[in-house]
């Protein structure tokens, strides 16, 4: 890989690790209602990611990422709904004690883990070239800017076209990082499609999924959307 394309990478990886945080952090305050716990889980799940990600980044080969990363991008495509249908299920068991623990897990997999794997080899393939440490992280950070900014300036908009280009930009860097062990050239065509089909019935997932939470937490039998925000708060 170029350094450009590792820039790049890294950029796009800070503007999804932005995005994720803030949805996880709108999501689980309101299945938790806007609790210590709720920020707790978040900031926990956040510094955890990192370090799981920065751990394990020097002990993949190519082909285990390559895996870890088509796993990484079918949940990610999971998560706007897997949060509710996750504290639904354990509800409707009976095991609420467990949810704040699987929402971290979650959260630190879905959230920061898998993105910060690419920062600590990206360093070290560049060693040789003598790229210091502070570049590709100041491109990382940029990156995390611009998804603040994104969200910021598209907060009227529905939160699938935040979520469509979070996932472009995870198409992007698989076929940059691991594409030549998934699909090679193709690997951006195989999986677009899928993100194109979430992204069509992201209103009704996200309708479902929140119905079988509140079925399954408040006892609610019928149910319907009277309002919907995407909103910063």
């Avoid at 299945?31 to 920065?54: D, K, N, P, Q």
Wanted: hydrophobic share 60%; glycine share 6%.
């Amino acid at each position: 890989m170029s350094d450009r394309r590792a820039r790049i990478v890294l950029v796009l990886c800070g503007f999804n690790i932005a995005v994720l945080q803030f949805f996880l952090v709108k999501e689980l305050s309101s299945l938790l209602l806007a609790t210590e716990i709720a920020l707790t889980l978040v900031t926990t799940a956040y510094f955890a990611g990192f370090s799981v990600g920065y751990l394990v980044a020097h002990r993949l080969s190519p082909q285990t990422l390559a895996r870890i990363a088509l796993a990484a991008f079918f949940l990610h495509l999971a998560l706007p709904f897997l949060p509710r249908t996750i504290v639904g299920l354990f509800y409707s068991w009976d095991l609420r004690a467990f949810v704040p623990v699987v929402l971290t897990a979650v959260a630190v997999f879905g959230g920061t883990a898998f993105y910060s794997i690419f920062l600590p080899r990206l360093v070290e393939r560049a060693a040789i070239g003598a790229v210091p440490f502070r570049v590709y992280m100041t491109f990382e950070v940029l990156g995390m800017l611009g998804g603040l900014v994104i969200t910021f300036l598209l907060a009227d908009a529905p939160f699938a076209v935040v979520y469509a280009a979070s996932a472009a930009a995870l198409i992007a860097i698989l076929h940059f990082t691991t594409g030549p062990h998934l699909w090679g050239r193709a690997t951006a065509a195989v999986l677009a499609p899928f993100a194109l089909m979430q992204a069509l019935a992201f209103e009704q997932l996200d309708f479902a999924s929140t119905a079988y939470a509140y079925r399954n937490i408040y006892d609610f039998s019928e149910l319907k959307t009277v309002e919907s925000a995407h909103s910063l708060y």
